[in-house]
């Protein structure tokens, strides 16, 4: 009933910028916290970047200062601006939100099938 569907990755020279977004769609009650996590084959996902329904961020250190999360809860979107990009940062990403699609205000995760993100001259 509920999906999350990322756009936005691409194949990025470094030092270049890119922005990726996910758009939750479906039965949706409201949207608590959303972030971004990504994955290195044959590694395990790490989280990116997370942003609370009330704006509060948190980032993984080698992403601050760099990237940065936000949210648009009328479009119910979150999006991740990655600028200075390196090699380091390829990776599938994917993103995540708490969704209560009944009222309960018990939240359930839900995630997107993931974007590719290649920084590479």
Partial sequence: QVQLVESGGDLVQPGGSLRISCTVSGTIFSINA???YRRVPGKQRELVAAITSGGSTNY??????????SRDNAKNTVYL????????DTAVYYCNAEVDYSGSIYY?????????VTVSS
Avoid: C
Wanted: net charge negative; glycine share 14%.
């Fill in 60 to 69: 993984a250190d080698s992403v601050k200062g760099r990237f940065t999360i």
């Fill in 81 to 88: 601006q990655m600028n200075s990009l390196i090699p380091e």
């Fill in 34 to 36: 959303m972030g971004w």
């Fill in 108 to 116: 359930h995760d839900y995630w997107g099938q993931g974007t590719q």
